[in-house]
């Protein structure tokens, strides 16, 4: 093949193109590759937007897993991709885990066992600390999960304004606390458990009952209310 030329996707045959087999066919039809190609738009001077999303996922050993949790900087090392396309492409998976999290937004909680399932799919795999809150209706049912720092947990990072500030928003009956642990250990710190007892007598005052503390790993997790802490 001559190294010379350079192949782009408006040089393929039409009902090859990504963006076309989209609308002949549906999303469904699409490779990891093409659906990324698609959010990129378009290419550089050196690879057409194809070339670059099959570059960005093999770059990476979990391939398309590896966009749950990556940054704009990182996105940025790949050869052709800036930080306008970095971004698009962030903001379509953000957009894909909001509308899982709000097909699943109606279950309700009825133990520990429900959250954490729930929850293990979304956190499971973070590289970084986050800590949310599950927020519920008087019914236990999940109004929305909300971030409310990244990052390793201490007192200064999760204050109790920043904890209870969107569930006095969405009028929360309760919360359920969670973080992720990526080293996949979920045995809680001491910091973990002080945290934890602050945050549960700050909802007693506001009456907003903090129901369980979930420490989510690698397809385990720990609950402080099944280990009887809280």
Same mark, same amino acid.
């Given at each position: 093949?001559?190294? &010379?030329?350079?192949?782009?996707?408006?040089?393929?045959?039409?009902?090859?193109?990504?963006?076309?087999?989209?609308?002949?066919?549906?999303?469904?039809?699409?490779?990891?590759?093409?659906?990324?190609?698609?959010?990129?738009?378009?290419?550089?001077?050196?690879?057409?937007?194809?070339?670059?999303?099959?570059?960005?996922?093999?770059?990476?050993?979990?391939?398309?897993?590896?966009?749950?949790?990556?940054?704009?900087?990182?996105?940025?090392?790949?050869? &052709?991709?800036?930080?306008?396309?970095?971004?698009?492409?962030?903001?379509?998976?953000?957009?894909?885990?909001?509308?899982?999290?709000?097909?699943?937004?109606?279950?309700?909680?009825?133990?520990?066992?429900?959250?954490?399932?729930?929850?293990?799919?979304?956190? &499971?795999?973070?590289?970084?600390?986050?800590?949310?809150?599950?927020?519920?209706?008087?019914?236990?049912?999940?109004?929305?999960?909300?971030?409310?720092?990244?990052?390793?947990?201490?007192?200064?990072?999760?204050?109790?304004?920043?904890?209870?500030?969107?569930?006095?928003?969405?009028?929360?009956?309760?919360?359920?606390?969670?973080?992720?642990?990526?080293?996949?250990?979920?045995?809680?710190?001491?910091?973990?458990?002080?945290?934890?007892?602050?945050?549960?007598?700050?909802?007693?005052?506001?009456?907003?009952?903090?129901?369980?503390?979930?420490?989510?790993?690698?397809?385990?997790?720990?609950?402080?209310?099944?280990?009887?802490?809280?």
């Amino acid at each position: 093949m001559d190294r &010379g030329i350079r192949y782009t996707i408006k040089s393929m045959p039409e009902d090859e193109r990504p963006r076309e087999k989209l609308i002949k066919h549906g999303a469904g039809s699409l490779s990891n590759v093409e659906l990324l190609a698609i959010i990129l738009k378009t290419g550089s001077r050196h690879a057409s937007a194809l070339e670059i999303s099959r570059e960005l996922l093999s770059s990476y050993s979990s391939g398309i897993n590896a966009l749950v949790d990556i940054s704009v900087e990182e996105l940025s090392k790949i050869k &052709g991709i800036g930080p306008s396309k970095a971004s698009g492409v962030l903001a379509a998976v953000e957009l894909g885990k909001r509308v899982l999290i709000s097909e699943e937004i109606r279950h309700k909680i009825n133990s520990p066992t429900d959250v954490s399932n729930y929850l293990m799919r979304y956190m &499971g795999d973070l590289k970084k600390e986050h800590f949310n809150i599950v927020m519920l209706d008087n019914k236990n049912q999940i109004i929305e999960v909300h971030n409310v720092s990244v990052g390793s947990l201490n007192s200064a990072i999760v204050h109790p304004r920043e904890v209870f500030k969107n569930a006095v928003r969405r009028s929360s009956a309760s919360i359920i606390l969670a973080h992720n642990h990526p080293s996949g250990s979920t045995n809680p710190s001491k910091e973990d458990i002080s945290i934890t007892k602050r945050l549960v007598e700050c909802g007693e005052l506001m009456g907003i009952k903090v129901l369980d503390h979930i420490i989510v790993g690698k397809n385990e997790y720990f609950s402080f209310k099944e280990q009887r802490i809280i």
